[in-house]
């Protein structure tokens, strides 16, 4: 039989908490959700940490398939050439960086006539910006 677990206790100020809605298999898990529900300041701030690292998460991920649709193989379906591989992690490096506040925007030039430029928004949404110039030049 499954051992189950409905009480756990808030790892930081030990108050304890009856889940009667969730039943844990572990004891850290009980305790964990103790955490994440007490209102004691300790158990506050680790909460405030946990959604900041689950919005990063979810963060990296909308720019990975952005990134994927307007450099990868989504680019296609606007008539556009799509890059390699190495210079969509280059761009998905530079976003993060930029999530994380260690540069303000980046701006690669990828040929003469494609560039992008990675940037946040002001509500701290990643901006990726794709241009590409047609270039027509004859040389008679
Ligand atoms: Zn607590």
């Known amino acids: 039989m499954k ?3 409905s009480f756990g206790s808030c790892r930081f100020c030990g108050q304890n908490s009856l889940h009667d809605k969730e039943d844990f298999e572990t004891i850290e898990q ?3 959700c103790a955490t994440l529900h007490c209102n004691c300041a300790e158990a506050t701030k680790y909460q405030f940490q946990k959604k900041a690292e689950e919005n990063r ?3 990296i991920k909308r720019a990975e398939e952005q990134i994927e649709n307007l450099f990868g193989g989504g680019s296609a379906s606007y008539g556009l050439l799509p890059v390699e591989n190495i210079i969509k992690e280059l761009i998905l490096n530079s976003a993060i960086m930029i999530y994380d506040g ?3 925007d980046v701006s ?3 040929t003469s006539c494609l560039k992008v430029k990675i940037s946040k928004s002001t509500k701290g949404k990643l901006t990726f910006m794709r241009s590409d110039a047609a270039v027509f030049k004859q040389e008679v």
């Open 102 to 104: 260690l540069l303000k």
């Open 30 to 32: 009980a305790n964990e």
């Open 57 to 59: 998460r979810q963060a």
């Open 108 to 110: 690669v030039n990828i």
């Open 3 to 5: 051992k189950v677990i």
